[in-house]
């Protein structure tokens, strides 16, 4: 008896170390099924997965139903479905282990000085951040400086040049072969999360709601400017030479070291994944939204979803 016990143990482990390794889709789960593997078993392997692309709607339902799924296991599959694609921004999926999400970070203005000018304008630069994430409003007079330096700022490839990424390296570390071979999910969920709207009272969510698909970014390689003392600061720059319109970036220095090709696969409607012919070299990088110039929530608050290559 215990050995039978045991052989049962080794099997179901077997088939979940398996299944970290395979894609789960909704074709994978009705084999499982047609194979006789029971609910518990087939929830552990998705549970397993590190990488899944399970859509629900009424056609999937009777398909279940007819390979024999119980009620536990379609009404699991239901909030798997809506639980993956209620993400929003940009995920790193292939991580080996949980999805992690790309951090959004802020542009800003590089500067050899400060004056009185420069930090009036980056203080209410951030109390405009500030009252987004709070909901409270800064004055008309706060808001309306902050904007138009900001637009000013924005309005010509020669300034946008001088945008950069504060720190020398990203929140978010891409290690080991799934970080030189990345795959990412890029979330526009417009219809089912009301916070995407474009009357929505934030300016991140303003944009993004504009934002049709991953092909309205470029993958920038950026240079790097390391702190001088106590391995503290520093800053990413757009690499010289290039110029910004609003077709995005080109000019002599666009090769394809510095702008990185990437391909888009789209799973539905409001979710796409991003993957590379090429391995990634290692280095920092960010996603920049090349159609930017044209929203000015953006030249109000220049991003990029950065990330750094081990």
């Known amino acids: 008896m215990k050995k039978l016990f045991l052989t049962l143990c080794l099997m179901v ?17 009705l084999d499982l099924l047609k194979e006789g ?31 024999g799924a119980d009620a536990a296991l379609i009404t699991y599959l239901q909030k798997i479905a809506k639980t993956d694609f209620g993400y929003e921004g940009v995920l790193w999926w292939n991580t080996g282990d949980k999805p992690k999400k790309m951090y959004r970070t802020q542009f800003e203005k590089e500067s050899k000085g400060f004056n009185l000018g420069t930090i009036a304008a980056m203080g209410a630069g951030a109390l405009l951040v500030g009252s987004a994430v709070s909901g409270s409003k800064p004055s008309g007079a706060v808001a309306g400086a902050a904007t138009a330096g900001a637009i000013a700022m924005m309005s010509t490839g020669k300034d946008i040049k001088k945008l950069m990424l504060p720190g020398h390296t990203s929140k978010l570390q891409l290690t080991g072969e799934n970080g030189r071979h990345p795959v990412f999910r890029f979330y526009f969920p417009k219809t089912e999360n009301n916070s995407f709207e474009k009357s929505a009272d934030n300016w991140y969510q303003i944009v993004m709601a504009n934002i049709q698909s991953p092909n309205e970014f470029q993958l920038v390689k950026m240079q790097v400017k390391m702190p001088k003392k106590n391995g503290k600061g520093g800053r990413r720059l757009f690499p010289e030479g290039m110029s910004y319109g609003i077709m995005g ?42 159609g930017g110039l044209g929203s000015e929530a953006f030249k109000e608050h220049p991003f990029g979803f950065d990330f750094t290559v081990q």
């Open 13 to 29: 482990s077997a088939f979940t170390v398996q299944a970290q390794n395979e894609a789960i889709t909704n074709q994978t789960i």
């Open 37 to 67: 593997f029971n609910s518990e078993e087939i929830i552990g392997a998705v549970e397993s997965s590190t990488e899944r692309t399970i859509q629900y709607d009424i056609n999937y339902m009777r398909q279940l139903k007819a390979a």
């Open 249 to 290: 970036f080109e000019g002599s220095n666009a090769s394809n070291r510095t702008m990185v090709d990437f391909e888009i696969k789209e799973i539905n409607n409001s979710t796409f994944e991003v993957t590379f012919p090429n391995e990634l070299e290692p280095g920092e990088y960010c996603f920049f939204y090349k």
